[in-house]
Each structure stands twice: as structure tokens, then as C-alpha cells.
């Protein structure tokens, strides 16, 4: 669970302090800016400030390398694709198509772009419990008139905290059943459908079978879906006020 | 003719900070045609050691071979039939039958031969043939359970390796299972059960294998473990030492009920006749 | 506390599943419900928190009916439920989370769930791995934090729907064990299990077959009568040795022994 995909490391942290509005209304600046980054003068300075918080918050270095590591392929790919269609000055020259220094650069901006987009992300749900996080959407959500659509802002952010707890369970259950039926000779060169199927149906089958009784077990515990409270309080503080004057400068900056 | 696991070693997370020891040197054999209760509690390592048993996990060091032959090779997959917990959740097929086939298919067993196969499956499970043409889904938890023990019993294994059996099946359903293994046994398969609920085994073992934090702590008779110093013994044995320790003269190696009321009253009438006097 | 007026269930499916059930189960009693899979235990006990409504006849729980959806959040807030599988009741990110999930829906403020939460903890002593995710737990852990979750409602009745069929020896009689010091501060307990094994902290005990209460009473009294052809299956090892032993006249029926330590004491008793 430790080295799972984008988790939580519990801690005291500036960061962790912060309102998990104030997070997730950050990133979505973040984002911003770096999508518009076009130097690479720019996106050393994203790769300054992203590394001032990670040092300044005392998070393992590791936890971000095995963040970004599941995504090298994607990122390698966008890397080619940039070095070899750019047109410029050709610095690489395999027979059918050549890499160019301007793809070069593009390339680097290109994927450094979505590496700086995972590592903040990261960083976000490193620095705040899943809890926190959900509740922080559900506070953003709750404005938007929702309930004209049948749902109400504690559905979403419920459906988002069952989904990240169902699908490592599920990740659980399919590695036994696909050991009980290689056990059973499965081959999936041979009969691929069947070979499908006999991992497809029993899954489907138990994550029907979980659903109905985490609904069961939800219900029985009183929930209804409306006027539900949270254990952790959101409040704004100083330093959240702060960010959000430097979120607007941040992006009018962009704009104008 | 055996299985050997000689000094085997696995690690999960080998080679990371996380890196923990699950298997720690390892060794045991099991002769053709024994009944052995591989008895350990969670985290003892028992689901580790059994997917080691055909392949699907690799010895970090040491090795299990079967019969000669080195677990990793896929060829072993129809002789050692591995029965996973739950079995009744990796149940797939449309009919009992598809579902029992499925095995023998995977090894290229067709037609005719095919159906004869499955229907001498279903009833060495102990089930009724008539069942193969109804869906799995349609049958009881229990019943379930034996329709996933006939596809693993449908590759005519000359080992089969059942993990946690009994777990969560109802006293009928569990005489029922055991008398199935009973009869597997009997007929010259080696039936190798890893549980903890070691109760509903020894009667049977021929050898019992204590696992305790990835390593062997106990090997040795029925008899020979109730007589060991383990904690881990069934209700009627921990009676019977119990008794010994507040002095009464009666025998610790004793699990089942006749036995232990043959003792009890054995001493208890010999009490009594002083009493009396 | 719990009246049961001849409720009558059948599933979606036609086939009935509770048939005429009458009981009346007393503020602060352990009442046991044993029978085989199928026999309608777990079903009944789907009733008294409102998760099934009757077919027929009438659910009242400390004077709230379950057909009246209004009284819903109230019943299950008074009778709160444990199941059987300790992976699918788990419904937070951590522990900590899990255990907040019913006061957050009764809206509590934050300050009480933390306090809910803390004390919860404590009484299962699981304080340790409050923030914990449910991957690194075994069933034993799982099931008390979902014991924990219940507690956090402060519920007067608790029902146990085979908790512990899916643990290993040494987490059941820790789990028993629980419920045993919930019971003694009060809380009325409804254990709902086809292991005999787990019956000696029990008042009372009912006994089901196909839908029907076959016996209700006192447990020892029940068991030392009835012959396992009645019962429907064989008795655990303890009970069928302290039969044999009662019809052989080595230990009378004043007090019939359901444990392995009860026996003990019967034959050879500690100075």
C-alpha cells in the first residue's frame, strides 16, 4: 500500500496544514501555469518551486520518483513524437525520419509539462488525507446546483472516496483469482475469449457482490446522502488568504 | 515418487526498502498418497508456500520439485491441482459443466472424453452428475464449493493442494467436504491442506507441518504434534492436558470425543471407587 | 426493548423466508441466534435495523416501528450492525475515516466525531492504526474496526451478523471477548452464529430452522436437552463430550457445561 500510487504520507507540514481547498485551488493554478510554460527557463523555475516544497515540507524524494515512474512509457512516447515531427535543424538522422534540436527542445518542454503536472499532484495528495481532500471537493462542489441533476455534493465526493478504496481491492482480488486460474491451466494464447472470461465474470461478480453490501453497510450506518458533517473542519487561515491573493496575481498575470 | 521443498526462500518487495522475508529456508517432503495438514495462522506464510507448488511463484532460493520435476514448469499444472480460498468465487461458467471443463480443456482433452472426465469429477467430488447442465450461480455456498473443487479435480491431479477448505462453510456443509477429501485420499491422491483450523484435519493427517512466520517449527505424526509443546492444538487435546495439569493421570494425544469420554471416565470411575470407600 | 410481532418474509423470489416470528428481546440481554445457513437468522436480523421491512406483522424497536421510513435513521442509530465479510463493510480511506463515517452522517459536529472516534478506538484497542489504510489489517483488525464504526453511533443494541466465520481462532475470541465487556456495560447484544462454540456468554438462546424459532430459552437448558438429530447437525466437540458425559452421570445437568473451561471446572474443579 506504501508505494501505491499517488497516497497519503500523514505529517505536520506547511502543506499539510494548508485547507484542502486552498490545495486543490492551487494545483488548478499550477496547472495553469504550467501549461503555458514555453521556455525552458520557465520550467526550471516550476522544478524550483516544486522542489522548495518538497524540501521545505521534508517528503521522501523516492515517494515522487515512484509516482512518475508507471508514466515513462506515456512520457517517452510524447518525447519521440515531439523529437522526430518537429520540423528544424536535424541533429539525429535514422533513415525515414530525423530528430531535430527544435524537437529536442519542444520534446523536453513537452513531457517536463506533464512530469511537473503528475508531481504536483502528488504533492497535493501526499500532503492531504484522502478525507480531506474529498471534503475539500465536496465544500468546492457544494455552490453548483447539483441537485437539479438528482445528486448532491456528498454523493460525488462519496463516489470519489469508494472509488480509490475499491479499486487496490479489487486490484487484491484479481491477482488471486488469476492465480487460481492459471492453476487451472489457463492459457490466454490458446482460447483467448474463455480465457477472458473465466477472469471477467467471477470479478464482475464480486465487485457486484461488494457493492451490494458496502451499500447495505453504508445504509445501515445512516447514510442518506444529505446533512452529513465532516470530522475534519475546514478553516481558513492567514496563509490561506495569502495564496489566494498570489493564485490571482498568478492568473491575471497569464492573461493579460 | 514426492514433492520435495528443500531450504526454499521468498522475500515480497525484494530488493526495495519494504523487502520482507515470507519464507525462511523451508524444507519438507510429501510421499505419494499422504494426507499432510500444513497448519499455520494468517501471516504465517501458507499462501506464499502453496503458490510455490506449481510455479506461481519463484523460489528466491532453494526449490520444490514434484515428482522430479522443478515447480516451475507448466506442465505440472494438471498433475498438482491447487484450490484456492473461497474457490466458490472464481466460478465463471454459464453451466457446471463449462466450468468443470475448463481445466481439462486448457490441456487439450476434447468431446466425448471430455464430458466423461467432468462426470467423473462431479463424482468424486461427491456430487450429483445431473448438475452439470444448471448454473453454478443457481447452487447453495457449499455446493459451490464442491463444483470448484470437481475443476480442479477434472485435471486428474495426483496432488491436490486445498488452502483454508472449511473456512465459513456450516457444520453440514463441512462434514460433507471432508468426507469428500476422505474419499480423495483413499482413492491414492495426496491430499495436502493448509488451514488453521486444524481441528477438522488431524484425524486424517498422516503428517503434520507447523508453519510459524515462514518457517517449518513442527514436523511430525498427529500424535507427535498433540504431544509437542504448540499452543496451536485442537479443543479436546488442550481438555485433556489441562486435565493433566490440575493431576489427572490421562493421555494428552487424544482428539476426538469417544476417546477423550474413554479417558475421563477411566479416571473419573477410578476416583470415584475411592471416594466410595 | 425489541419486539417482534409474527413477522413474516419472503424473498423477491417467492420462497419464504421468515414464517410467523414472535420475540421479544429485553434491554441489556446477549441473545444468541443459532441455525444453519438458510435457516432465516441473518435475515430476522435484517429486520431490526430496518434494512428489510416485513412482509407481515410488525418490527418495533424501543417503541419505533421499521415499516414507518420515518423512523429509519432513528433505529438504526439505536441498533447498530456488524457483517460477516470484515473487507466490504469497510467504507473510509483509514481507519480513522471508517470510524467517522456514521456520526459524520448524523451531522455531528467535529469535535464530538473526534471524540466518537478516539474513544471508539480505544475500547477496541485499535488506537494504533487510526491512520492506517484496511489493506494492512487482517480480518481480526478489520472486523474491530467495523465493531469501532458501530460503537462511534453509540448504539444501545448491537447485532452481529457472523462476525467472526471468516477469522482465525486466536481473532474470534478476541472479538468475543469485546462483546462480552459491551455486554457487561450494558449494551443489548443480538450475536447471530452456526458455531455453538460461541454460545456461553449468551442469556438466551433462539434456536431457527426454515424460517421458524424451533427453541428460545436459556442456552445451557436448550443444548443439554435436545439430541443433534433435533439440532440438525453435530454438536462441537465440548458439547458432544459434556452429553456423553452427562448421560454416563460423570457431571449432573445443574449446570451444563458449554466451553472447554466450564467442563474443566465441572470435572476436575481448581482448589
Do not use: W
Amino acid at each position: 500500500m506504501n508505494d501505491l500510487f499517488l497516497s497519503f504520507i500523514p505529517g505536520k507540514s506547511l502543506l499539510h496544514r494548508l485547507d484542502p481547498r486552498t490545495k486543490i485551488i492551487g494545483l488548478m493554478v499550477i496547472s495553469i501555469c504550467i501549461l503555458n510554460v514555453s521556455s525552458l527557463e520557465t520550467m526550471a523555475l516550476v522544478g524550483l518551486v516544486f522542489s522548495t516544497l518538497v524540501f521545505i515540507c521534508r517528503l521522501p524524494v523516492i515517494h515522487f520518483i515512484k509516482s512518475v515512474r508507471p508514466m515513462i512509457p506515456f512520457f517517452s512516447l510524447i518525447f519521440l513524437m515531439q523529437f522526430f515531427f518537429t520540423e528544424g535543424t536535424p541533429i539525429l538522422d535514422l533513415n525515414l525520419v530525423s530528430g531535430t534540436y527544435e524537437g529536442l527542445l519542444l520534446g523536453g518542454i513537452v513531457t517536463l509539462k506533464f512530469v511537473f503536472l503528475i508531481l504536483f499532484a502528488a504533492l497535493i495528495t501526499a500532503t492531504t488525507s484522502p478525507s480531506g481532500l474529498t471534503t475539500g471537493i465536496e465544500k468546492l462542489l457544494r455552490p453548483l446546483p447539483l441537485r437539479y441533476f438528482g445528486i448532491s455534493s456528498h454523493d460525488i465526493a462519496m463516489m470519489m472516496s469508494l472509488s480509490l478504496y475499491f479499486v487496490p481491492m479489487l486490484y487484491d482480488n484479481f491477482k488471486d483469482l488469476k492465480d487460481a486460474q492459471l492453476s487451472r491451466g489457463l492459457d490466454a494464447r490458446k482460447e483467448p475469449v474463455k480465457a477472458i472470461m473465466s477472469l471477467v465474470v467471477p470479478l464482475v461478480r464480486m465487485s457486484l457482490r461488494s457493492v451490494d453490501e458496502v451499500a447495505l453497510a453504508m445504509e445501515s450506518r445512516c447514510y442518506t446522502g444529505q446533512g452529513r458533517s465532516s470530522m475534519h473542519v475546514l478553516n481558513f487561515k492567514n496563509m490561506d488568504y495569502g495564496l489566494f491573493v498570489l493564485f490571482i496575481l498568478l492568473v491575471s498575470c497569464l492573461v493579460f | 515418487m514426492s514433492i520435495e521443498v528443500k531450504e526454499l526462500e521468498f522475500f515480497y518487495n525484494k530488493g526495495t526498502s519494504l523487502e520482507k522475508k515470507a519464507l525462511d529456508r523451508v524444507s519438507f517432503s510429501v510421499r505419494k498418497g499422504e494426507f499432510v495438514l500444513i497448519a499455520g495462522g494468517i501471516g504465517s506464510g501458507k499462501s506464499t508456500l502453496i503458490r510455490h507448488f506449481n510455479g506461481l511463484l519463484k523460489p528466491h532460493s532453494g526449490f520444490v520439485t514434484v515428482d522430479g520435476i522443478y515447480s516451475g514448469d507448466k506442465n505440472l499444472r494438471s498433475k498438482i491441482g491447487l484450490l484456492m480460498q473461497y474457490p466458490q468465487r472464481q466460478l465463471f461458467g454459464k453451466t457446471v459443466f463449462e466450468d468443470i471443463s475448463f481445466g481439462p480443456s486448457n490441456f487439450g482433452l476434447e468431446g466425448d472424453a471430455l464430458k466423461e472426465r467432468v462426470n467423473e469429477a462431479l463424482i468424486l467430488a461427491g456430487l450429483n452428475p445431473d448438475i452439470s447442465e444448471i448454473s453454478p450461480f443457481s447452487l447453495s455456498g457449499g455446493q459451490m464449493r464442491l463444483v470448484a473443487l470437481a475443476g480442479v479435480l477434472s485435471m486428474k491431479p495426483e496432488y491436490i493442494v486445498l488452502d483454508e477448505p472449511t473456512s465459513g462453510l456450516d457444520p453440514d456443509n463441512k462434514i460433507s467436504l471432508l468426507s469428500t477429501l476422505k474419499k480423495l485420499h483413499s482413492s491414492g491422491i495426496s491430499v495436502i491442506v493448509v488451514s488453521h483450523q486444524i481441528d477438522d484435519f488431524l484425524p486424517f493427517a498422516d503428517k503434520v507441518i507447523l508453519l510459524k512466520k515462514g518457517s517449518v517449527a513442527f514436523t511430525g505424526s498427529s500424535k507427535e504434534y498433540l504431544c509437542s509443546a504448540s499452543s496451536q492444538v485442537p479443543v479436546i487435546t488442550s481438555l485433556m492436558k489441562d486435565m493433566k495439569y490440575r493431576g489427572f493421570d490421562v493421555a494428552v494425544d487424544i482428539f476426538s470425543v469417544d476417546e477423550a469420554f474413554n479417558e475421563i471416565t477411566r479416571v473419573m470411575r477410578s476416583k470415584g471407587v475411592k471416594k466410595d470407600e | 426493548m425489541i419486539n417482534i410481532e409474527n413477522l413474516s418474509y419472503s424473498y423477491p423470489d417467492g420462497t419464504l423466508a421468515l414464517d410467523s416470528i414472535s420475540l421479544n428481546i429485553l434491554k441489556g440481554e446477549f441473545v444468541t441466534i443459532a441455525g444453519k445457513n438458510g435457516c432465516g437468522k441473518s435475515t430476522l436480523l435484517r429486520h431490526i435495523n430496518g434494512l428489510l421491512q416485513p412482509g407481515q406483522g410488525s418490527v418495533v424497536v424501543k417503541g419505533m416501528d421499521t415499516c414507518d421510513l420515518s423512523n429509519l435513521q432513528d433505529i438504526r442509530r439505536t441498533a447498530g450492525m456488524i457483517f460477516q465479510d470484515p473487507q466490504s463493510q469497510f467504507i473510509g480511506m483509514t481507519v480513522e475515516e471508517d470510524i467517522a463515517f456514521g456520526p459524520e452522517n448524523l451531522g455531528l459536529s467535529s469535535s464530538e466525531i473526534n471524540r466518537r472516534v478516539t474513544e471508539a478506538l480505544e475500547s477496541v484497542g485499535m488506537s494504533g492504526h487510526r491512520h492506517n489504510t484496511p489493506r494492512t489489517l487482517s480480518g481480526g483488525q478489520k472486523q474491530k474496526v467495523a465493531l469501532a464504526s458501530v460503537l462511534a453511533m453509540e448504539p444501545e443494541i448491537i447485532l452481529f451478523d457472523e462476525v467472526t466465520s471468516m477469522l482465525d481462532f486466536s481473532s474470534r475470541s478476541d472479538i468475543l471477548d469485546l462483546i462480552k465487556q459491551l455486554h457487561k456495560t450494558g449494551t443489548t447484544i443480538i450475536y447471530v452464529t452456526h458455531l455453538l462454540e460461541e454460545l456461553v456468554h449468551a442469556d438466551r438462546l433462539v434456536l431457527m430452522e426454515k424460517g421458524r424459532v424451533v427453541q428460545n430459552g436459556c442456552p445451557r437448558e436448550i443444548i443439554s436437552k435436545i439430541s443433534s438429530e433435533d439440532f440438525g447437525f453435530d454438536f462441537p466437540p465440548i458439547i458432544e463430550l459434556s452429553k456423553k458425559l452427562l448421560d454416563a452421570r460423570i457431571i449432573d445437568e445443574t449446570s451444563f457445561p458449554l466451553s472447554k473451561d466450564e467442563l474443566l471446572e465441572a470435572i476436575c474443579p481448581s482448589k
